[in-house]
């Protein structure tokens, strides 16, 4: 049995991922041999430990379901910071299976880039440079001495990896990219690459930055 402390971190949690107000059935389904009492009690806890003032979020019950919300008294100055925020990164297919034989297959050349992929990839690399999410790493010592390329420091923010060790199998990077980057995929776009790490990814969003718009961090009502 879950001691009440844990029970209230889980109940914390639960509500924190969830997208949309969680109702009580889908705790306890999450929750299985919870007594329904004793989970009502430890919500109305939560509940009134999030509406101290120490706290700037709440959880509300919206729809017979519970959320993060942020507060009504912070409106003013969340909607200034949040209009100050940088739109996010989109990318498009073909920037996204770029990206990937990048990550795999680094540092690369573009004619390797361009030899995965089956077409020119000289405009989507220049895309991908503007949105700083690779950067250059010399140049390959062969004839010509083409520039090779690399991810930088914001693709591991964006993906939410400490270093490119923790890269996931494509299959993973598909659901990461997705949440990370709104991107469209389809997995045979991009053909499996030699050296696919094996470790599984860093669970990106799970505190994945948090976007703004998500409820716990949701802009302030109009």
């Known amino acids: 049995m879950l001691t009440d402390e844990n029970l209230k971190a889980l109940l914390e ?3 924190y991922v969830a997208p949309e107000p969680v109702t009580l059935d889908g705790i306890l389904k999450a929750l299985e041999g919870e007594d329904r009492e004793r989970v009502k009690e430890k919500l109305r806890e939560l509940v009134a430990d999030y509406e101290q003032s120490t706290h700037g979020i709440h959880v509300r019950q919206v729809a017979n379901g519970y959320k993060f919300s942020t507060k009504a008294e912070h409106h003013e100055v969340l909607r200034k910071y949040v209009k100050s925020l940088k739109p996010p990164v989109r990318l498009s297919k073909p ?16 004619p390797e880039i361009d030899e995965v992929r089956g077409v020119d990839s000289g405009g989507v690399i220049h895309t991908l440079l503007e949105k700083k999410l690779v950067v250059t790493s010399g140049r390959k010592s062969v004839v010509g001495r083409p520039i090779l ?5 914001d693709f591991l923010v964006h ?3 400490k270093d490119v060790g923790e890269l ?7 659901e990461l990219a997705k949440r990370a980057l709104g991107a469209e995929w389809t997995e045979e776009a991009v053909p499996a690459t ?16 948090r976007e703004p718009g998500h409820p716990a961090n949701e802009s302030p009502d109009d």
């Open 194 to 209: 030699s050296g696919e790490a094996a470790t599984a990814p860093a669970e990106a969003a799970t505190e994945e930055s």
């Open 13 to 15: 949690g639960i509500i």
């Open 149 to 153: 390329y690399r991810t930088s420091k």
């Open 159 to 161: 993906f939410g990896l």
């Open 168 to 174: 996931p199998s494509l299959k993973e990077f598909e």
């Open 95 to 110: 920037a996204l299976e770029t990206l990937a034989v990048i990550a795999y297959r680094q540092p690369v050349t573009v």
